[in-house]
Every structure is written in C-alpha cells, then in structure tokens.
C-alpha cells in the first residue's frame, strides 16, 4: 500500500484557510495534515487546530532559525509537503533545501502584482483597492529564498468594483482562497509534477 503523503501547515493568524485544508483532507486517501507550525501565540490558527486535533508548535525567530529545531521536529511527524497559509515569515534556506519544491504558499492577489516584503493580507487588498485596478485574485505557488517569487501553480480572478472597501476585496479573495487551496494542494501532491525529477 502507499503511503500517504504527509502535510505540516504553517500559519501566522486566523487560520481561515488552514481550516478548509484541515476539512479537505479529513479521510482523505492519500494525504494527510499531520502538524502545524504557527510563530505567533495568540494566533486563532492554533485554537482552530486544536478543534482538529491537530499537534501545533508555536516557535519564536530563533528557534525558526535553527534548522535542528525546526527540521527535527518535521522528521518526528515524518512530514512530507509543506503548506503555508497565511504565513509571513521569510522560508529561510535550510527548508526550501529540505524540501524541495515541497513547499507551497498562497498569496492573495495576482503575482507578480502585490507581491514582496510587506505585502501581506490586508495590505494587499488596501493597494489594490488605491491602485483602481477592476481585478485582484489569488496566486498559489511554489516557495522559492525570495518572497513571492516562485513557480507560479494556480491564478484565480475576481473582480473588484469601484464602491468595494478593502475589506469587501478581501471577503472576495478569501472565497477563492478557500474553494481553490485546498483542491490545488490535492492535484500538486497527486500529480507530483512539480516534484523532485525536474
Ligand atoms: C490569506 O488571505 C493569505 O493569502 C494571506 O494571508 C491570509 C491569511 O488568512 N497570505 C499572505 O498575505 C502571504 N503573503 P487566513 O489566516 O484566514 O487563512
């Protein structure tokens, strides 16, 4: 038989999208969500992945910048893929070296648009909404050293009209964020074509 492949989640905030992954993938054939790493205490991230029972480790800058830590805890729960969902700390190089083309994050507008340092979450949708532009969307990717900058897996559009607040954006982006994420993540797993033979 073969063996499932093995998710941690990495998140910093409200854990939204870590949710809808956590539900995909209940009894799912061939993937499973086994741990998640969040860097911020009081994050609703980890009370959401104690409802799933799902083993959570809140670390601090250094100890995320101490490869042993971080990678001997993910060899512990035998992880195979990482996913970031709403994570803002730079990947540092040990990780994509450790895993890679094994780690995806999701980003909320169109890359390479409203991408970069800095670029996060409500920010994003505050550019978007001063820039004019009548679209956003969402972009999942691969996870490369630099922000926001690696293959491209998954676009998705919406549109953005004039009266919209920033908030309102981002209710639309969320949407997509949570029908789209988690079926990508099923297809770049499956389908490994994005794997370690190119
Ligand atoms: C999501 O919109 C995600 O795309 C964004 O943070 C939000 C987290 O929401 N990520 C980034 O901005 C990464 N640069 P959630 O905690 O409710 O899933």
Redesign the pocket.
């Known amino acids: 038989m073969h063996k499932k492949s093995r998710i941690a989640i990495f998140?910093s905030?409200?854990?939204?999208?870590?949710e809808e992954i956590f539900n995909y993938f209940r009894n799912h054939h061939s993937i499973e969500v086994v741990c998640l790493l969040c860097n911020k205490p009081e994050a609703q991230?980890l009370a959401r992945a104690q409802q799933w029972a799902i083993p959570a480790r809140v670390v601090d800058r250094n100890e995320f910048k101490e490869p042993k830590v971080v990678l001997d805890w993910l060899a512990d729960k035998q992880v195979t893929h990482i996913v970031l969902?709403?994570?803002?700390w730079l990947v540092p190089e040990y990780l994509i070296d450790a895993f890679p083309n094994r780690i995806v994050?999701?980003?909320?507008a169109l890359l390479p648009k409203y991408g970069g340092r800095g670029?996060?979450?409500s920010k994003?949708h505050e550019a978007v909404k001063q820039s004019g532009d009548r679209e956003t969307g969402?972009t999942i990717h691969l996870v490369n050293e630099k922000y926001?900058e690696g293959r491209v897996l998954f676009q998705a559009k919406c549109e953005v009209d004039q009266s919209d607040s920033p908030e309102e954006i981002a209710n639309k982006?969320?949407q997509l964020?949570h029908t789209s994420y988690p079926r990508v993540i099923e297809n770049w797993i499956e389908n490994d074509s994005w794997g370690a033979h190119e």
């Open positions: 998140a905030g409200t854990g939204s999208n870590a991230v969902a709403g994570f803002l994050n999701i980003h909320p670029m996060y979450g994003v969402i926001d982006v969320h964020e």
